[in-house]
C-alpha cells in the first residue's frame, strides 16, 4: 500500500479517517499527527503498515501505539506549547516526537526509557529529524526525574497498577497525568492534581498497553 502512495498522503488520510472523525480537535496535536513521520519510526519490515489503525509491534517486546491513543493522550494533557512535561517511556520515540512538535522551542520534555537499545534508536532518529531539545534518560520511569521537577504533564506510554507516587509528587498542582491503570483489563485515565495534592480524574477509556516496570509502583 506505502509502496504505490505517498507517506504524506498516508498521513493526512490518517488524520482525517482515524483521528479527527473520532473527536481529535486540538489543532496543536492534529498538526503534530500530521507533521510527524509515523513511517521513520516503525521496524523497516512493517514500515508499509506505519498508517494502520493499530498498535504496531516494535523491538525489545514493546508497541508504537495507536495513531488514536497518541492522539488522544496528547489532546488530554491539554498542552499550549509552554509547558514543562515528562514521558515514561520513550520506545520507538513516535510519541516523544509528538510532543517535541507541540512543545516546540516554548516548552521542555524530558523522556525516560529502561531499554538502552531502544533509546539509543529513538534517540537517532528525533536528532535526524531535528528534535534536539527532547531530553531522552535511561532509566526506572517509575520513579520519574525528580532533579526537573515540578512539570506541569506527564504522560505515561505503559500501564501501573497505579500511578507510581513519585511521579504524583513531582507533578505541580494543577498538573495532569495521562496514564493506562490496570493489567489485564486497563483503563486511561487523566489525572488532575487538585490544591488538596488528591487527584481529579477526568476520562477513563479502555486502552492495551505493555506493562510498566519499575521500584516506584
Not at 100 to 117: F, K, P, V, Y
Not at 175 to 204: A, D, F, W, Y
Request: net charge neutral.
Amino acid at each position: 500500500m506505502a509502496k504505490s502512495l505517498s507517506w504524506d498522503y498516508l498521513r493526512e488520510r490518517m488524520v482525517a479517517d482515524q483521528l479527527t472523525c473520532r473527536g481529535i480537535s486540538d489543532p496543536l496535536v492534529i498538526a503534530a499527527l500530521r507533521k510527524v513521520p509515523r513511517e521513520i519510526f516503525v521496524p523497516e519490515e512493517i514500515r508499509d503498515r506505519a498508517y494502520d489503525d493499530a498498535a504496531l509491534p516494535i523491538a525489545c517486546g514493546q508497541t508504537i501505539s495507536q495513531p488514536l491513543i497518541v492522539a488522544m493522550m496528547s489532546e488530554a494533557l491539554g498542552l499550549t506549547g509552554r509547558e514543562r512535561v515528562l514521558e515514561i517511556g520513550t520506545g520507538s520515540g513516535y510519541q516523544t516526537a509528538i510532543l517535541a512538535e507541540i512543545l516546540g522551542t516554548q516548552g521542555a520534555l524530558w523522556s525516560i526509557e529502561r531499554h538502552a537499545d531502544l533509546l539509543r534508536t529513538a534517540s537517532g532518529k528525533l536528532l535526524h529529524l531535528g528534535y534536539t531539545s527532547a531530553r531522552l534518560r535511561i532509566g526506572d520511569g517509575s520513579l520519574g526525574l525528580p532533579d526537573y521537577a515540578p512539570y506541569d504533564a506527564v504522560l505515561l506510554a505503559a500501564a501501573a497498577p497505579r500511578c507510581p507516587p513519585a511521579l504524583w509528587e513531582q507533578l505541580r498542582v494543577g498538573g495532569r497525568i495521562v496514564i493506562p491503570i490496570g493489567q489485564q483489563h486497563q483503563q486511561l485515565q487523566l489525572l488532575e492534581k487538585q490544591k488538596s495534592g488528591s487527584p481529579l480524574i477526568r476520562s477513563n477509556v479502555s486502552c492495551r498497553f505493555v506493562p510498566l516496570i519499575g521500584e516506584g509502583l
